[in-house]
């Protein structure tokens, strides 16, 4: 073996840089992951069968169809059909942030109809507006039960979040890709950087079961 991890010590500062660009747009979609994906749950157990239908459509798309091609298609798409430049940022919020929403949708529907019946039926006998049960009410059960699938899902976005190198975005993955060309020697670098994202993961996974303890506790 011809290792040399010596030789990435003066790329170590521009490597740890990716770790804030990535955390960037990783908690950006995280956001936008979970707000959309709490609307479109709604949408699934709503009266209504046309919001059914967009809310099974929209999940059956996003989580059908390979992520890496959801960015190629919003990042070199995107200029083709209108004419907008849209940057690497840009592309990777709305790629990450569109699928998470799939896959959280479907979470939060299932914690919300795993909420007791009881609780939806003595709300409305007491005349409680709906958007106020669901703020109020059931999504906040929901969320206790359904916290350890969100964190498992936003874990898995941070792992994911490596695809974003292909399309130029200096993300931790891009750097060590850089720094592997730059000094001919691509192993060091790419373990430098898994290391750090096993430990983003392990930091994620440590808060996921804090709160999750908290959250007992508070019952």
Do not use: H
Request: charged content about 15%; proline content about 4%; some cysteine.
């Amino acid at each position: 073996m011809n290792l040399d991890f010596s030789q990435i010590v003066p790329y170590i500062p521009f490597i740890l840089e990716g770790i804030w660009v990535t955390l960037q747009f990783v908690i950006i979609s995280i956001i936008f992951g979970f707000i959309l994906g709490t609307a479109l749950a709604l949408c699934k157990i709503s009266k209504m069968k046309a919001l059914n239908w967009f809310g099974d459509a929209y999940t059956s798309i996003f989580r059908g169809t390979p992520l890496i091609l959801q960015l190629m298609i919003i990042y070199f798409a995107i200029p083709q059909l209108t004419g907008y430049d849209i940057s690497p940022f840009l592309s990777a919020i709305l790629a990450f942030g569109l699928n998470s929403s799939a896959y959280v949708s479907e979470i939060i529907r299932a914690g919300i109809q795993a909420v007791d019946k009881g609780q939806t039926e003595a709300a409305q006998a007491l005349g409680v507006p709906y958007r106020l049960m669901m703020k109020d009410i059931i999504l906040p059960q929901a969320l206790k039960n359904i916290l350890p699938a969100l964190m498992n899902e936003f874990i898995t976005l941070t792992k994911e979040s490596a695809i974003v190198s292909t399309i130029g975005y200096l993300d931790l993955m891009r750097r060590a890709q850089v720094v592997g060309a730059d000094i001919y020697r691509n192993f060091e670098p790419l373990i430098f950087v898994g290391v750090i994202y096993w430990l983003l993961v392990m930091v994620l996974t440590i808060i996921g079961k804090v709160v999750e303890r908290r959250l007992k506790f508070s019952d």
